[in-house]
């Protein structure tokens, strides 16, 4: 990895500064130069709030604020030298980092993780529907959060195994008790920014697929997920999804997914029981369902 000078180290610090060392071989290069690549001139091929993309044969093209990267084969070429590079790094590097993983047979999805007895659970919704606060009660009755935003799933001969991406938690500031951490302000939404310290390490067994939804009575509920409305929302979250072959190599996991244990979860509506009802759930989700012994 090149990186150059102290405010990108920073940017990658406040990251993924909890990264453990590793001697293994590289599998991902990564440089960081003064200028941003040029480009295309045309309108971004998949735009996001912030993020601008296009797919230029083999590469992949992100820009944010002035901060671009290209990503080609396994090599992440990032660009730019903005006053502030934490947030626009993060909003290029990501989708950039989806591309090369793939590449090595791992698919990063914008998902969250929890993990107990050695078994995980991966946990995935649309926006608003309650994935952070799931991943919350996860963390604060017993379980080891693994990631509240992207996840990183590869295939097994037994299944999946995953881990979470070790960046900063972003926790909805009206499940928490007090106020910790530092108070963001992301598309809409105030956030407390807790450290990626608080993160489980390591590969995981898949045991269920878990999707939360907003629900209408103190007790929430579990039940079986729709395959295709989970499909569906598998594909959407993968960030590759400008680059036609990487989505060829995802579909027939993401299809194989849904063939295993998925759950829709309710959460309760009574916000004052609302974390420990979610928690609760997680608990029978990991036991195979409602109907296992």
């Not at 390490?201 to 079986?224: C, F, K, M, N, S």
Request: charged residues 25%.
């Amino acid at each position: 990895m090149e990186l150059g000078d102290e405010r990108r180290g920073e940017a990658f610090e406040e990251l993924l500064g909890t990264l453990e060392p590793s001697e293994a071989e590289p599998q991902i290069e990564v440089t960081w130069t003064d200028v941003a690549a040029t480009v295309p001139r045309r309108e971004s091929e998949y735009p996001h709030p912030g993020l601008d993309s296009w797919q230029e044969g083999a590469q992949a093209i992100y820009q944010a604020r002035g901060v671009t990267a290209v990503t080609e084969d396994r090599t992440i070429e990032l660009g730019g030298d903005e006053d502030d590079l934490l947030l626009p790094f993060r909003y290029v590097f990501e989708p950039a980092l989806t591309h090369v993983l793939a590449r090595t047979g791992r698919f990063m999805l914008h998902s969250g993780a929890v993990a107990r007895d050695g078994q995980a659970l991966l946990l995935i919704a649309d926006s608003g529907q309650g994935k952070s606060t799931l991943c919350w009660a996860a963390a604060q009755h017993g379980w080891s959060l693994l990631s509240d935003d992207h996840t990183i799933v590869r295939p097994t001969v037994e299944g999946f195994e995953l881990i979470g991406l070790p960046k900063p938690l972003a926790v909805p500031e009206e499940v928490l008790d007090e106020e910790i951490g530092v108070l963001v302000e992301r598309f809409g939404r105030r956030r407390r920014q807790l450290p990626a310290t608080m993160l489980g390490r390591g590969w995981y067994p898949l045991q269920a697929i878990v999707r939360p939804r907003h629900g209408d009575t103190p007790a929430g509920a579990l039940e079986r997920s729709s395959a295709s409305e989970l499909l569906d929302l598998l594909i959407g979250s993968y960030a590759a999804l400008g680059d036609a072959d990487l989505l060829r190599r995802f579909f027939p996991h993401a299809a194989a997914l849904t063939r295993g244990q998925t759950w829709d979860l309710f959460h309760g509506s009574d916000p004052s029981t609302r974390l420990s009802v979610a928690a609760g759930w997680l608990d029978v989700a990991l036991r195979r369902g409602p109907d296992a012994p």
